[in-house]
């Protein structure tokens, strides 16, 4: 049976060199096409540039990269890490640094390996109950009944009640912190956290809260790695330019930088 061909991925080495408008253009200049075009990939890469390449296209990707001043390495694609499933953090005790879940279980924090945040949009529906004029069959029909019974009329009769749909966007806060041996990943979920742990700190603005709390964590932990977004939190840049579209993309971004944490570059 022939050996199978081992597959390669290429990564960014330096959390501080994800910077979406330079890699598009690095990828537009290899591919021959506009960079506006090479921006979707950049946005979407999160540090994990190309997987399930050959190893002589991932070489050659990760040099032209780093010839351009943005770091770059490719490695086998079994070399990348995987996350392990995360557990909901409820509440915190920030004194003793333990979370603990709805259920009240104690999640001890010590030393995670990365803080990765995120802001990210979404979109929430809900049915509301709107008044609808009914059609002219039957308001003609309505009419004739009411004028043969000699009722008055009433303008509630001519209208009808329908479920509405109406979507609405409002942004959420992800925080994971992660640890390796034994591997695991507590998620804050900001508005389903109850930060209490803020004490005197605490404002009556979830997204406020949170970003509190990821300045907190920074400061007892600085040596873990952080996401762009937790960078954006401590430098106080706008959340509109994080980037993040959805979880999965802070899970990729997660991913990469513990695969870089793993093979200490």
């Known amino acids: 049976m022939a050996e199978q061909e081992i597959r390669y991925a ?6 501080e060199q994800l910077a979406f408008p330079a890699l598009a253009e690095i990828l537009a200049r290899r591919r021959g096409c506009p960079t506006l075009d090479a921006m979707a990939s950049a946005r979407s890469c999160w540090g ?3 997987q399930d390449r050959e190893e002589a296209a991932a070489k050659d990707l990760a040099a032209a990269l780093t010839a351009a001043g943005l770091e770059a390495l490719a490695l086998p ?5 995987e996350l392990p499933a995360a557990q909901a953090a409820a509440k915190a005790d920030l004194d003793q640094r333990v ?18 945040a995120a802001i ?14 009914i059609g002219l069959a039957q308001k003609a029909l309505q009419v004739g009944l009411i004028m043969a019974s000699g009722l008055p009329i009433r303008t509630a009769s001519m ?6 749909v109406v979507a609405s966007t409002e942004l959420r806060g992800l925080l994971d912190l992660v640890f390796v041996e034994p591997d695991r990943r507590l998620r804050v979920v900001s508005d389903d956290f109850d930060y209490s742990c803020l004490k005197d700190k605490k404002t009556f603005d979830s997204l406020s809260n949170f970003r509190l709390l990821a300045r907190r964590l920074a400061g007892f932990w ?4 952080r996401s762009r977004g937790l960078r954006f939190i401590l430098e106080n840049q706008p959340q509109r330019e994080m980037g993040y579209e959805s979880p999965v993309d802070l899970e990729r971004e997660s991913r990469w930088l513990l695969t870089l944490k793993a093979l200490r570059v």
């Open 222 to 225: 600085p040596e873990a790695g």
């Open 48 to 50: 994990i540039l190309e």
């Open 99 to 116: 979370f603990f879940s709805d259920s009240g279980e104690a999640l001890p924090a010590a030393a995670p390996v990365l803080l990765c």
């Open 10 to 15: 290429v990564l960014l080495r330096k959390p």
């Open 77 to 81: 694609q079994n070399l990348l890490e």
């Open 159 to 164: 209208r009808k009640e329908e479920g509405k």
């Open 120 to 133: 990210i949009k979404r979109t929430v529906t809900q049915t509301i109950k709107v008044q609808k004029d």
